[in-house]
């Protein structure tokens, strides 16, 4: 059993910066890819990047060149560096793991093993 615990959230303008944090616990942590996901009130929950265990990335295409995913296996710990943030960025945060990247990229998102509660990122214009 994997617990995932989202951190990093918060308020910022338009243009701003926040990394969000995910840590794991209670499992082989390295073995899964991490991504991470966000609903904005009144939307469906979506993709927005993930990383496999040989940190190959991938992200969506309305965050390329803006966000960055990492991963630091020693700590169990995936981060989710967030630039020139927009207001549509707005949502709560999510990550997730899986055994393989595949399942993250596309809804319905079958196949995620383990996900964390999420942490609010409001963005002001």
């Known amino acids: 059993q994997v617990q995932l615990v989202e951190s990093g959230g918060g308020l910022v303008q338009a243009g701003g910066s926040l990394r969000l944090s995910c840590a794991a616990s209670?499992?082989?942590?390295?073995?899964?890819?991490i991504g991470w996901f966000r609903q904005a009130p009144g939307k469906e929950r979506e993709f927005v990047a993930a990383i496999n265990w040989s940190a190959i990335t991938y992200y969506v295409d309305s965050v390329k060149g803006r966000f960055t995913i990492s991963r630091d296996n020693a700590k169990n710990t995936v981060h989710l560096q967030m630039n020139s943030l927009k207001p549509e960025d707005t949502a709560v945060y999510f990550c997730?793991?899986?055994?393989?990247?595949?399942?993250?990229?596309?809804?319905?998102?079958?196949?995620?093993?383990?996900w964390g509660k999420g942490t609010p990122v409001t963005v002001s214009s």
């Open positions: 209670g499992g082989t942590f390295s073995s899964y890819a």
């Open positions: 997730a793991a899986a055994r393989v990247m595949a399942p993250m990229v596309s809804p319905p998102y079958n196949g995620i093993d383990y």
